[in-house]
């Protein structure tokens, strides 16, 4: 069952005794289960979207059947909410499916709870890790220990709308330093003014946790360590608050009751205003609400915080991971190759799962449209990726909201910096004790 040319004879017999060796789900002294080759094998495979997504799962899993005659692969699908749900259950019993669609904010708590398959010794054998990179690769990677592939990626990015862009009679943005950005944002609101448009040339960016993260890269920073403890102070979150409060009272972002009142579409969505930093991975949804006026975004560059800084990366848009007690590892291990590294597969789902993280996926994946201009943006700010962060800390997500709470409480007004530091610091202290 093994892909073709890559383990036969004594490479199976050492990949073998290599998984033996090893842990699945952070037990040392528990085996892989063992696995006959011809034996017929049975997988449960489980993922989150919708009916379209499902049916490109079909054909994806009717090719590797063609390839792989003797693994059966029983698939079922939820909505995100639904999704995560079904695994909760599941994994208090300890009985997630063999192979799962899965999200960077729940690697560290699966795993944490010996749930996930160390996928390592199958890497360079069964799983084809040359096709993507070492820095994309690490998104998956908890204390030695691969325990999520990456299928796709995304990086930030600043959205610009060219046709608004030039209503308001200012040139695109061209990249710069932060304060180069604020002026040119001070020159949009100007324009809108003149051509008497409530518009804006951007939102507060430092409301985002991701512009943070990205302010802290330059400094050489990740917001938490690979123990999961906080690597930002008061200080830093401080200084990053007080940029939107000046943005505000200078006038230059849309107001905060705007976006509130436009929800839950966004001013970048409505045509409100004419940049947005984001993920790359954004322009098909700002196209979808839109006007046909406004179909012509272009993709640049963020403002650089330090000159050579490594402050963007390729985050793991989606991953898939192995159960810890599945009894057929290789079989998942082989599943899991076919789906992230597979042409076929890639041309199957174009961009669905997001942008082909595998260069031999890529070459079989059709990319136009914005998709198209999230690859040359991409390739043109290689110089500025770094390493992946650690993977995030248990209750990420909910400290992400809180970050965005305060950050809108910050808009409204209704709070003070010190006091929005203060409440964020505590509440996320008691988020990451839980």
Do not use: H
Not at 22 to 32: K, N, V
Not at 42 to 65: C, K, P, S
Not at 182 to 190: H, I, N, S, V, Y
Not at 363 to 385: H, K, L, N
């Amino acid at each position: 069952m093994f892909r073709r040319g890559r383990v036969t004879g004594l490479a199976a017999l050492t990949l073998t005794a290599v998984v033996l060796a090893g842990c699945a789900g952070g037990d040392a002294a528990a085996p892989a289960p063992s696995f006959d080759p011809d034996e017929e094998v049975t997988i449960d495979f489980a993922f989150w979207g919708n009916d379209v997504r499902a049916e490109l799962y079909d054909e994806a899993i009717a090719a590797f059947n063609e390839e792989y005659p003797n693994i059966t692969v029983r698939t079922s699908f939820l909505a995100w909410t639904e999704y995560w749900e079904k695994r909760q259950t599941e994994a208090a019993g300890k009985n997630l499916p063999d192979v799962i669609q899965n999200d960077m904010n729940y690697l560290r708590q699966y795993d944490q709870n010996g749930l996930l398959l160390d996928l390592t010794p199958y890497l360079g054998g069964i799983i084809d890790d040359e096709s993507v990179p070492e820095s994309v690769l690490q998104n998956g990677v908890l204390d030695g220990r691969t325990i999520g592939i990456p299928v796709s990626t995304n990086a930030m990015g600043m959205f610009g709308n060219t046709a608004l862009t030039a209503e308001l009679g200012v040139e695109p943005f061209e990249g710069g330093s932060w304060d180069d950005y604020d002026a040119w944002l001070a020159d949009a609101k100007e324009g809108a003014d003149a051509a008497g448009l409530a518009v804006w040339g951007g939102a507060n960016y430092a409301s985002a946790m991701q512009v943070f993260e990205m302010m802290q890269r330059a400094k050489g920073e990740d917001l938490f360590t690979e123990d999961g403890e906080v690597n930002f102070t008061k200080e830093d979150l401080t200084e990053y608050w007080s940029i939107g409060q000046e943005l505000f009272a200078e006038g230059v972002v849309i107001p905060q009751v705007r976006l509130e009142e436009l929800l839950p579409n966004t001013g970048m969505g409505v045509g409100e205003q004419a940049t947005e930093i984001t993920w790359d991975s954004m322009g098909a949804g700002f196209q979808a609400t839109l006007g046909e006026q406004y179909q012509e975004l272009e993709i640049m560059a963020p403002p650089v915080t330090v000159e050579g800084a490594k402050d963007l990366y390729r985050k793991a848009g989606m991953l898939y991971s192995a159960a810890a007690t599945t009894d057929a590892p290789e079989a998942s291990a082989t599943f899991i190759d076919f789906l992230t590294n597979s042409p076929e597969v890639g041309a199957i789902f174009g961009t669905n799962r997001g942008f082909p993280a595998s260069s031999t996926q890529l070459e079989g994946t059709e990319i136009t449209g914005i998709s198209a201009q999230v690859q040359e943006y991409e390739e043109s700010v290689a110089d500025r990726f770094g390493d992946a962060p650690p993977v995030p800390v248990i209750g990420y997500g909910p400290i992400e909201q809180k970050f965005r709470e305060i950050g809108t409480e910050l808009g409204f007004g209704s709070l003070t910096v010190k006091d929005a530091v203060d409440q964020f610091f505590t509440e996320m202290d008691v988020l990451l004790a839980q």
